[in-house]
C-alpha cells in the first residue's frame, strides 16, 4: 500500500508500504449472546479493559 511518510516539515515522501495484518480476535474482549446485552453495556460503561464487547444474536 502507498503511504506518506513524514520525515520532518520539509521531507515528506509517499512509499510503499506492506499491508499490516490485524488479528481480529486479539481486539475482542468480550463475547455475549443476546439476552445478556445489559452485561455488555455495562462493561463497556465500566471501559477499563472491555472497550471491545460484541453481542451475537444467533450464538
Known sequence: MRVAVYYNNKDV???EKPIPEINLKDMIAHKLK???IQEGFR???EAKDSLKV?????R
Open 13 to 15: 515522501r509517499i512509499e
Open 34 to 36: 443476546f439476552d445478556e
Open 43 to 45: 462493561l463497556v460503561a
Open 54 to 58: 460484541i453481542v451475537e444474536p444467533n
